[in-house]
């Protein structure tokens, strides 16, 4: 199973607050162990949201929204993509992550649909479609 492993924002990641040789040296050992486990698929982590933009749909119409954005603890500071066999699998490695941030933090767990989910509704041509995205979207990934 694919999970997407989400660092919450806090105060600090929103103001800009960058981490310490020490967190950065314990968070690459981290993905590095990650890596080796073959689970770690893609992570990185995010500007805060003041510097971000949020597009509202409504109908036909799209407003755009300029961050920062109110509640940080429901923001997004960073994440992982993760290959898993289980989600307990996912929480025993999130239980021996670093904390991610010089303060208390969080860390969400969501798993990714994965094609089987969509049931007839996904289409073969539309698996055609897809698998033909993600060949793109790797060779994006190189250039």
Known sequence: MKVMVIVKACKGSETGEM???????????YNEQLVKAGIMLAGEGLHPSSKGKRVRFSGTNRTVIDGPFAE??????????WQVKSMAEAVEWVKKCPNPMMEDSEIELRQVFDP??????FTPELREQEERILAAAEKNKKA
Not at 72 to 81: D, F, K, P, R, S
């Open 19 to 29: 981490p310490s040789q020490q967190l950065l040296t314990e968070m690459g050992n």
């Open 72 to 81: 940080t603890n429901e923001l997004i500071a960073g994440y992982w993509m």
């Open 116 to 121: 089987a989910d969509f049931g007839e509704a």
